[in-house]
């Protein structure tokens, strides 16, 4: 398994090795946004996770999708970001949240192995969508080096099945009927694609359990909003997995690509294919959504604190 400063030491060398025109991008995909829909199609929409002018890797974008809407009806803005910022001789580092980690493995799944145009960036209209390059050169796939993953959503919430969320205000539930919270239900997120494949791309998930009143709807441990099983991309049906030593759990969530350790008698569970733990919670800290809980804002907070850091400390 490559380490992150392996993975440095090559991002080094080929920088050094390719075109002069080549860039690199740092692509944001959101999550679920429960109170407010995000720009679909902008790339400058940052309200989801902060202020615009944090850093947050090398040549910033934020991938908007609407944020309440099926996956069906919404992945295309996301497509139409990779198509933009990923192809041709560019390259991207993705940081997804939650839901957002859902339509990164919907599109390599799904379309990792097809034909695309090469585009140019920054030239998106209103859809989102870039012109193409010239004499329309296609490629297969995207160039995407790796991505970060924070409270991923991918295998689902036990919350989205019943409606319900969490107001980012008074931290309550509230109940919500968004039509992305059908693909949310854990049965459905994990039967959306293979989650197997990656195309080779790896997935470096960031697990938090700070969990609250109403993380009993959530097995093992959890971020209030996600538990362990998905935002530690543990494969199979969900049970509930923990941290070390913690009781009345299915088992351990291990770090990296490991299976899952599960208590005696309950069989391990092996992790989506690369899919490696990079963060677990251990000291039950982290929470899902990105907002300061001191003034009650998006501030790059919690788990996206900590992705965020890790992007401006690889991605560039």
């Given at each position: 398994?490559?380490?992150?400063?392996?993975?440095?030491v090559l991002a080094l060398i080929t920088l050094v090795a390719r075109?002069?025109?080549?860039?690199?991008?740092?692509?944001?995909?959101?999550?679920?946004?429960?109170?407010?829909?995000?720009?679909?199609?902008?790339y400058s929409d940052y309200v989801y996770f902060g202020p615009a002018?944090?850093?947050?890797?090398?040549?910033?974008?934020?991938?908007?999708?609407?944020?309440?809407?099926?996956?069906?009806?919404?992945?295309?803005?996301?497509?139409?970001?990779?198509?933009?910022?990923?192809?041709?001789?560019?390259?991207?580092?993705?940081?997804?949240?939650?839901?957002?980690?859902?339509?990164?493995?919907?599109?390599?799944?799904?379309?990792?192995?097809?034909?695309?145009?090469?585009?140019?960036?920054?030239?998106?209209?209103?859809?989102?969508?870039?012109?193409?390059?010239?004499?329309?050169?296609?490629?297969?796939?995207?160039?995407?080096?790796?991505?970060?993953?924070?409270?991923?959503?991918?295998?689902?919430?036990e919350l989205a099945p019943i409606g319900h969320w969490v107001d980012?205000?008074?931290?309550?539930?509230?109940?919500?009927?968004?039509?992305?919270?059908?693909?949310?239900?854990?049965?459905?997120?994990?039967?959306?694609?293979?989650?197997?494949?990656?195309?080779?791309?790896?997935?470096?998930?960031?697990?938090?359990?700070?969990?609250?009143?109403?993380?009993?709807?959530?097995?093992?441990?959890?971020?209030?909003?996600?538990?362990?099983?998905?935002?530690?991309?543990?494969?199979?049906?969900?049970?509930?997995?923990?941290?070390?030593?913690?009781?009345?759990?299915?088992?351990?969530?291990?770090?990296?690509?490991?299976?899952?350790?599960?208590?005696?008698?309950?069989?391990?569970?092996?992790?989506?294919?690369?899919?490696?733990?990079?963060?677990?919670?251990?000291?039950?800290?982290?929470?899902?959504?990105?907002?300061?809980?001191?003034?009650?804002?998006?501030?790059?907070?919690?788990?996206?604190?900590?992705?965020?850091?890790?992007?401006?400390?690889?991605?560039?």
């Open positions: 398994m490559k380490t992150r400063l392996t993975f440095a075109d002069a025109g080549a860039t690199d991008f740092s692509l944001w995909i959101h999550g679920y946004s429960a109170l407010r829909v995000t720009s679909a199609g902008s002018e944090r850093p947050a890797g090398v040549n910033k974008r934020a991938i908007s999708w609407g944020g309440q809407d099926n996956l069906t009806n919404t992945v295309a803005y996301v497509r139409r970001g990779l198509d933009c910022y990923c192809t041709g001789s560019n390259w991207c580092y993705l940081a997804a949240h939650s839901t957002g980690e859902m339509h990164v493995g919907y599109l390599l799944s799904l379309y990792g192995a097809s034909a695309r145009n090469v585009k140019i960036p920054d030239t998106g209209d209103a859809t989102g969508t870039c012109q193409n390059a010239s004499g329309s050169p296609t490629q297969t796939g995207w160039n995407i080096r790796w991505i970060d993953v924070a409270g991923g959503g991918a295998g689902g919430s980012k205000n008074t931290d309550d539930l509230v109940n919500l009927s968004h039509p992305i919270l059908v693909d949310l239900d854990p049965a459905r997120a994990r039967t959306l694609y293979d989650h197997n494949q990656t195309r080779g791309v790896m997935f470096y998930m960031f697990a938090g359990a700070k969990g609250s009143l109403h993380s009993l709807t959530l097995p093992g441990q959890d971020d209030q909003i996600v538990a362990y099983h998905s935002a530690g991309s543990v494969s199979g049906d969900v049970q509930g997995w923990c941290n070390p030593w913690d009781a009345f759990c299915y088992g351990v969530l291990t770090m990296g690509t490991a299976a899952a350790d599960a208590y005696w008698p309950y069989s391990d569970r092996a992790k989506w294919s690369n899919h490696y733990v990079q963060f677990r919670d251990d000291s039950e800290s982290y929470m899902h959504l990105p907002y300061s809980t001191l003034v009650g804002m998006q501030d790059w907070g919690e788990l996206v604190a900590l992705e965020r850091q890790d992007m401006v400390n690889y991605a560039w």
